[in-house]
């Protein structure tokens, strides 16, 4: 299982951290990230890490402005959202692969968490 925190409303250039916590089954943090789904668009891939932990990546439209991270105690991964866009707003969804995935694209994930909505406004 999949939770994710940390939605909410926000004027545009301020910032918010989402978390996701996985429970009932241990993934790899480094096998955590993130989508999200606009209104009347596709779910696109947001951010991850590689599988061994190394790298990150994410969508062009958030590099420098958003940065994931994770605790391994915790089993938490974090997306830490700055600079925020009004074309940011979107439902976010923590999403997890069980095994090493080149591209993250919807059909690649094995684990969907439930959404958090993050609004921006101009």
């Known amino acids: 299982q999949l939770q994710a925190f940390g939605g909410g409303l926000v004027q545009a250039g301020g910032s918010l951290r989402l978390s996701c916590a996985a429970s009932?089954?241990?993934?790899?943090?480094?096998?955590m990230g993130w989508f999200r789904q606009a209104p009347g668009k596709e779910r696109e891939f947001v951010a991850r890490f590689s599988w061994n932990g190394v790298k990150t990546y994410y969508v062009d439209a958030v590099k420098g402005r958003f940065s994931i991270s994770r605790d391994n105690a915790k089993n938490t991964v974090y997306l830490q959202m700055d600079n925020l866009k009004p074309e940011d707003t979107a439902v976010y969804f923590c999403a997890a692969v069980v095994r090493p995935v080149l591209v993250w694209t919807q059909g690649a994930i094995d684990y969907w968490g439930q959404g958090t909505q993050v609004t921006v406004s101009s």
């Open positions: 009932g089954r241990t993934f790899s943090s480094n096998a």
